[in-house]
């Protein structure tokens, strides 16, 4: 009989130790997924820029929404002309769209003109609990169009449209050309 209370006792430590294991293992696995990140958080513009340094035009000079890198339009400019009258014209710029990136992404990009306006577009957290603003830039005209961020905390800036779950890293990033 001892030994058969032995064998119990045996085998319920051993069934203990498997779900802590398991349990410890789920918990690991969903701080990993908690913990994930924008890989493009660092270059958001955390502070409110003067409108008269966001002048200019910006043309797409990377994209991550697909392979091919630029040759992704098949020829088509990207850009964003942004004037100092609080007016802008964009060619070939995203749609306001909620979700991934539809497989036919490039042939959504639409062109407008309008108003543009500085906002925030987000928040940048860097695990200490503070959160900050993402300030981007809001596009304002007929047709809907995806608010954009600001990257840079100083002149001159830099335009990014995050496109999707931002922990996947889907971005067209538009430099500043004059």
Request: hydrophobic letters at 35%; glycine letters at 12%.
């Amino acid at each position: 009989m001892e030994d058969h209370l032995a064998t119990e006792f045996g085998a319920s430590q051993c069934n203990r130790k498997n779900r802590v294991r398991v349990l410890f293992l789920l918990i690991l696995g969903l701080l990993v997924q908690g913990c994930q990140y924008d890989p493009y958080a660092h270059l958001f513009t955390t502070k409110r820029p003067q409108e008269a340094d966001l002048t200019g035009l910006y043309v797409l000079t990377e994209q991550t929404v697909s392979r091919g890198g630029l040759s992704a339009l098949g020829g088509k400019p990207c850009s964003v002309e942004i004037r100092s009258d609080g007016t802008f014209t964009g060619t070939n710029i995203p749609p306001w769209a909620s979700g991934e990136p539809a497989t036919n992404f490039f042939g959504t990009l639409r062109s407008a003109t309008g108003k543009w306006r500085i906002e925030g577009v987000g928040g940048v957290d860097d695990g200490s609990g503070k959160v900050e603003t993402h300030w981007g830039i809001y596009l304002d005209s007929d047709t809907k169009l995806e608010p954009v961020g600001l990257a840079s905390n100083k002149p001159p800036y830099s335009l990014i449209y995050t496109l999707g779950d931002p922990d996947a890293g889907q971005v067209l990033i538009l430099t500043r050309i004059k």
